[in-house]
């Protein structure tokens, strides 16, 4: 089964930006959606944003219009661009399938948002 290893989260202050990374193990060619999920330690893990071999993107609506999914099925990656990042982003944020078929996540890379 593909694992995936997500990188690029930090400290940014309120209205800064990241860019977050996630490299797969194998190919994810045939990976119809692959997602952005986030947990805080108070909440149950969420979905934040989605992206279709056809092109196609989809984003919670607590992101919309300040994220952007991307995904590169050559290099087996996929980028999510965060702007505009408020304290309520602050998580550790995740990359998996959506659905998520193998039930298991990787270490997740922190986002901190503060000021």
């Known amino acids: 089964q593909v694992q995936f290893v997500e990188s690029g989260g930090g400290w940014v202050q309120p209205g800064g930006s990241l860019r977050l990374s996630c490299t797969a193990s194998?190919?994810?060619?045939?990976?119809?959606?692959m997602g952005w999920y986030r947990q805080t330690p108070e909440n149950q893990r969420e979905w934040v944003a989605a992206?279709?071999?056809?092109?196609?993107?989809n984003y919670a609506d607590s992101v919309k219009g300040r994220f952007t999914i991307s995904r590169d099925n050559a290099k087996n990656t996929v980028l999510l661009q965060m702007n505009s990042l408020k304290p309520e982003d602050t998580a550790v944020y995740y990359c998996n399938t959506l659905p998520n078929l193998s039930g298991s996540w990787g270490q997740g890379t922190q986002v901190t948002v503060s000021s």
């Open positions: 194998g190919s994810i060619s045939r990976i119809y959606t």
């Open positions: 992206s279709t071999l056809g092109g196609l993107t």
